[in-house]
């Protein structure tokens, strides 16, 4: 699949660090594929922080990643540490 624009919310920061959330049915290793952002490399700039809501087979991963390049040209995150899902009750 693709980057869509639905899929990517603000959830907070300031002029100098945004935090971002981005929900897809893709996986994360599509997601962490340079350019996958290319669409909005005007929003996403260099460190900003991001929560992936992902998917694997149809089961949500959650992960954590940051912005290491975006020039104008091209925008690329991280790989991503996953969020365990720990529930012991």
Not at 30 to 48: P, Q, S, V
Not at 70 to 78: A, E, P, R, Y
Request: hydrophobic share 40%; glycine share 8%; net charge negative.
């Amino acid at each position: 699949m693709a980057y869509s624009a639905s899929g990517l919310t603000l959830i907070g920061g300031s002029s100098a660090q945004r935090m971002w959330i981005y929900t897809s049915a893709d996986t994360i290793a599509d997601i962490n594929t340079e350019d996958y952002f290319l669409k909005a490399i005007g929003m996403i700039n260099k460190n900003y922080v991001m929560f992936i809501v992902s998917s694997t087979g149809g089961t949500p991963a959650v992960s954590t990643a940051y912005c290491n390049q975006s020039d104008g040209t091209n925008i690329d995150i991280v790989n991503g540490v996953a969020v365990t899902a720990t529930d012991s009750d």
